[in-house]
C-alpha cells in the first residue's frame, strides 16, 4: 500500500522516488501527478454557472490522454478532454475547460491514461478504480471550495477564516465602511462570506464581536502596518506574466548570490537614487547587473511583512502578506518576472520558526482567552528571537503549508531558504515542527521537483538531507559548517588550509555534492547587529579597506567557494569588494567602478561554475595536494570523458615558487590567475601556457612548476587535443578545427578552446596563429 499525506488539498507521495522524465509505457508514474484545487483552478473560487478551467500536473511525456469527469448528484454528466497546455521542468501542465452548472454541488475526477493504464485522481490522491468517495467538490452554496483568506471572484469577494472557537465573526473594510453589515457564515472550524461589494485594493479586517477584537488576516497578500494592521484584497492572478513559464537552471550549475532589497539600490548608484528601504521596483530595474555578473540564483532575504520599514527580515509579523515598504504583490511579482526573463531563478529566504514578540495579529487571535490563542500555546513557545506558531496543532501547519504554495503558485518562487532549523529540530515543538519540514519537502519531490529547498542548520549533520522516505527531513541542500568554518579560518586567522581543500574536494558519504551549502561570508557573517563585519574590513581595518592581503584574500576565498563540489552561494557587494555592514547601510555602487577588476574576476569565475559540467556540484574532486608547511594546497574538478581544471590556492602570506604534479598529460594553460592586473591584483604568477615536465610529483607521471603569490588562486586548465590548434581532439589541425574557432571568434573569458594566445578573448591574432599549423599532424 502506498502512503500518503494529505496538505491544503495536495496529495503528497510518500515514494522515495523524485520527479524525472517518464515515456508513454502503460504505466502513469503516480510520483508526479498532483492537483491543488484552490491553485490548479481558474477561477479560483468559481461561482454557480461560471464555466471554470482545471488544471494539473504530471511528469513529462507520461500520459497519452486524460479527461475531467463532471458529476451532478453522483452521476456522471459530461467528460472534458484535457490538454498540456505547458510544461515546466519534468513536468507536463494539462488543462480542461468545465461547463458551468446551475447546480447548488458539482463534482469532478480526474481520468489519466497511459496506453492500457487508466487512473483517477481526486482529493485522497492517485488510484487505480474510480472511486466516488474520492471527487473533488464545488459547493455553490456554502462555498467550501474556496480557500482561506480572501479571493476576489466574478462577483465580490469571497472571505474566509479560521476561527474555532469564536461564536460568530464579521468581515469589516472600506467596502462597507467597516460597519458589521456583512456577518459571516460557520463552515466547520471556518467563517466564511462572499461580499459583492468588496474588490480587489479594498482594506479589511476580521472582527470577532462577542469579544470586540479586530484581526488582520493570517494569510491576508498585504497588510498595512501604517493603518492599523489593515488587510488589503489582492488578486494574485491580475499580473500578467511576460517571461513565459521558467524552469529553474539545473541545481547542479546554480551560483547563488544572496540579496536583501532594502539595501541594494540608491548609495552612489548609476540606476538613480531609492528610497531607504529600496524596493522590489529598484531591484527590478537593477536585474542587469545580477545577469551580467552571471549568477543564476538570487537568493532573497525575507520579504514578509515586519514591523516598521527597514529589518533584515527576520522579525516577521505575518505568514503571508508581502512587506509594504518595499511595494506591493504585484511588483514582486514584476520583480520575480524580470529576474526569470534574465534566467536567473528567485530563492526566497522564509522565517516559520518564530514570529516578531512586538507587534503582530496572530496573538489572541478571537479573544483574550487561552481558547482564543489558537496560533500560539499559552503561554506561547518561545525561541531566541521571539514565540513559536503552536506547530502541533494541524491547521496552523496547513496553514503555514497554504503560505509556502502561495509563494511557489502565486509569485513564482523557485526555491526556498529556511531560516534556523535549530529552532525548530531542537526547538520546542521538534516533531511537529519535523513533520511541517517533511510534509514541505514532500510536496517539492513530487510537484516541484525543480525548486531548491535550502535548510539553514549548523552542525553537518546529514540527517537534514536525508530523504524522508529513509527518516530524514529531506532538503536538498545544507548549510556546510565544516567548509564554512575551515575556510574562514584560513583567510581570516591564517591557519591551516588543510580542511577548506578536503572540504572543498569531498566525495565520500552522505554529505557532500548537491547536498552541501558553501560559502565564505553570507549575510549573518556581514551584519552589525551580531557583532559583525564584512570580511574585507575584518582584514583591513582601515579605509578604504582594499589592502593587498584583504583583496587578495577575499578573491582566494571566494574563489575556492565556487569551485568547490557544493552549490555556492555570495553576498550582494562582495563583487566589488563591498565594505558596509549587511542590512545597516546600503551597498556602494560606485565600488563596481573602483574595483571593476574585481567585478570581472568574479565574473568570469562565475561564468565557468555555470557553464562547465567538470566545475557543477556533480563533478568530480580530487585534493591531490596539500602543502601543510607551505598553506597550499591543489584540487582536481574533472567530468568522466570531459573536462579537467586544477585549483591552485595559495593562503600563505608569501609568494611560492611551487611545483605540483598534473592528473593528465598534455597541454595545460592558467586560465584564471587572481592576481592579475586586469583582476584588480599586482600583476604577479603565473599566466598562459605551462610548461609540462616529465618530472614525477603528486603519484602522476608530469608536473609543472607555478610561480603562485600570496592570497592567490591559480585556475589550471586542461587544453582538449594533443597539439596546438587541435580542438576536436582527433590528432590534425583541420576543417573541423576551423568550424570551432569561427564559433568561438568574439568570445572574451578564460578557457576558451579556440583562444590560442590565453588572453581571454578569440580575436584576429588566434586565427592567424590558427592557420599558421593548419594542417599538422599531432603525430609529428
Not at 211 to 218: F, G, M, V, Y
Not at 510 to 529: C, I, K, S, T
Not at 615 to 625: C, E, K
Amino acid at each position: 500500500m502506498q502512503i500518503r499525506r494529505c496538505v491544503t488539498g495536495l496529495v503528497v507521495s510518500m515514494s522515495t522516488l523524485s520527479a524525472s522524465a517518464a515515456e508513454p509505457d502503460h504505466r502513469i508514474e503516480w510520483r508526479g501527478v498532483s492537483h491543488i484545487g484552490a491553485h490548479d483552478r481558474l477561477p479560483t473560487v468559481p461561482l454557480r454557472t461560471e464555466p471554470f478551467r482545471v488544471r494539473f500536473q504530471t511528469l513529462d511525456n507520461d500520459l497519452t490522454a486524460a479527461s475531467v469527469r463532471q458529476f451532478v448528484a453522483g452521476a456522471a454528466t459530461r467528460m472534458f478532454e484535457a490538454a498540456v497546455v505547458d510544461h515546466r521542468g519534468p513536468y507536463a501542465i494539462w488543462e480542461a475547460e468545465l461547463d458551468g452548472r446551475d447546480v447548488d454541488q458539482l463534482q469532478y475526477d480526474i481520468e489519466m491514461v497511459d496506453g492500457n493504464d487508466v487512473d483517477y485522481l481526486g482529493p485522497d490522491g492517485p488510484s487505480d478504480d474510480a472511486d466516488p468517495a474520492n471527487r473533488f467538490t464545488l459547493d455553490f452554496v456554502t462555498l467550501s471550495h474556496a480557500p482561506l483568506g480572501a479571493t476576489p471572484t466574478s462577483d465580490g469577494v469571497v472571505f474566509r477564516v479560521w476561527a474555532p472557537n469564536a461564536p460568530s465573526a464579521y468581515v469589516r473594510g472600506s467596502f462597507n465602511n467597516w460597519s458589521l453589515t456583512n456577518p459571516m457564515t460557520r463552515l466547520g472550524e471556518d467563517f466564511i462570506a462572499l461580499v459583492p461589494e468588496a474588490n480587489a485594493g479594498d482594506a479589511y479586517r476580521f472582527y470577532f464581536d462577542a469579544t470586540n477584537t479586530w484581526k488582520s488576516d493570517p494569510l491576508g497578500r498585504r497588510i498595512l502596518t501604517s493603518s492599523s494592521n489593515n488587510s488589503v484584497v489582492v488578486d494574485p492572478s491580475a499580473y500578467v506574466w511576460t517571461s513565459g513559464t521558467f524552469t529553474p537552471p539545473p541545481k547542479k550549475a546554480m551560483v547563488c548570490y544572496e540579496l536583501h532589497i532594502g539595501t541594494f539600490a540608491g548609495l552612489n548608484d548609476p540606476f538613480g537614487s531609492a528610497p531607504t528601504p529600496s524596493r522590489f521596483v529598484d531591484l527590478t530595474a537593477r536585474v542587469d547587473h545580477l545577469a551580467e555578473l552571471g549568477v543564476n540564483v538570487a537568493y532573497l532575504n525575507p520579504v514578509i511583512e515586519w514591523p516598521g520599514a527597514s529589518s533584515g527580515g527576520y522579525n516577521p509579523l505575518s505568514i503571508a502578506a508581502i512587506e509594504a515598504a518595499m511595494g506591493t504583490p504585484e511588483e514582486f511579482q514584476e520583480m520575480v518576472d524580470a529576474l526569470h526573463a534574465r534566467g536567473i531563478a528567485v530563492v526566497l529566504d522564509v522565517v516559520y520558526n518564530h514570529f516578531d514578540s512586538r507587534n503582530h495579529d496572530l496573538s489572541n487571535f478571537t479573544g483574550p482567552t487561552a481558547a482564543d490563542n489558537i496560533f500560539f500555546d499559552s503561554p506561547p513557545a518561545s525561541t531566541p528571537w521571539g514565540p513559536q506558531l503552536d506547530l502541533d496543532r494541524d491547521r496552523v501547519r496547513e496553514i503555514v503549508m497554504e503560505a509556502i504554495l502561495m509563494l511557489f503558485e502565486e509569485y513564482r518562487i523557485d526555491g526556498l531558504r529556511v531560516d534556523a532549523l535549530s529552532a525548530f529540530s531542537w526547538g520546542p515543538q521538534p516533531d511537529a515542527s519535523n513533520e511541517l519540514m517533511r510534509t514541505l519537502n514532500d510536496l517539492v519531490k513530487r510537484r516541484y521537483s525543480d525548486k531548491l529547498i535550502i535548510a539553514e542548520v549548523f552542525g553537518d549533520d546529514p540527517w537534514f538531507t536525508r530523504s524522508t522516505s529513509d527518516g530524514g527531513l529531506g532538503f536538498h541542500t545544507q548549510y556546510h559548517t565544516a567548509y564554512k568554518d575551515a575556510v574562514r579560518g584560513a583567510t581570516l586567522a591564517g591557519i591551516s588550509a588543510r580542511p577548506v581543500a578536503e572540504a572543498a574536494a569531498k566525495m565520500s558519504g552522505e554529505l557532500q555534492g548537491l547536498r552541501v551549502f558553501n560559502y565564505f561570508e553570507l549575510h549573518d557573517d556581514a551584519w552589525p547587529l551580531n557583532g559583525n563585519q564584512r570580511a574585507v574590513v575584518a582584514l583591513d581595518s582601515t579605509a578604504p579597506h582594499d589592502s593587498p592581503l584583504a583583496v587578495g584574500r577575499t578573491k582566494l576565498a571566494h574563489a575556492v567557494t565556487l569551485l568547490a563540489r557544493g552549490v555556492p552561494a555570495i553576498l550582494h557587494g562582495s563583487e566589488w569588494l563591498e565594505d558596509n555592514g549587511w542590512q545597516y547601510f546600503k551597498i556602494d555602487w560606485s565600488h563596481k567602478t573602483t574595483y571593476r577588476g574585481v567585478f570581472d574576476f568574479y565574473r568570469d569565475l562565475i561564468h565557468l561554475r555555470s557553464s562547465r559540467p567538470a566545475l557543477f556540484t556533480t563533478g568530480s574532486a580530487d585534493a591531490y595536494h596539500i602543502n601543510d608547511a607551505r598553506n597550499i594546497f591543489a584540487f582536481e574538478r574533472w567530468e568522466d570523458g570531459g573536462e579537467s581544471f586544477v585549483v591552485v590556492a595559495n593562503f600563505s602570506g608569501q609568494s611560492r615558487e611551487h611545483r605540483i604534479g598534473l592528473p593528465r598529460d598534455g597541454r595545460w594553460r592558467v586560465a584564471m590567475n587572481s592576481d592579475e592586473t586586469r583582476y584588480f591584483g599586482g600583476g604577479d604568477g603565473s599566466t598562459g601556457m605551462l610548461t609540462v615536465d616529465a618530472i614525477a610529483q603528486d603519484g602522476f607521471a608530469q608536473s609543472t612548476s607555478l610561480t603562485i603569490p600570496s592570497a592567490t588562486l591559480l585556475l589550471l586548465w586542461h587544453e582538449p587535443g594533443r597539439c596546438t590548434g587541435d580542438f576536436n581532439g582527433d590528432d590534425i589541425v583541420n576543417l573541423g578545427d576551423l568550424a570551432l574557432i569561427l564559433s568561438q571568434f568574439g568570445e572574451t573569458g578564460p578557457a576558451i578552446a579556440a583562444d590560442m594566445d590565453a588572453d581571454n578573448d578569440v580575436d584576429l591574432g588566434d586565427l592567424g596563429a590558427f592557420l599558421a599549423v593548419f594542417g599538422e599532424s599531432c603525430a609529428n
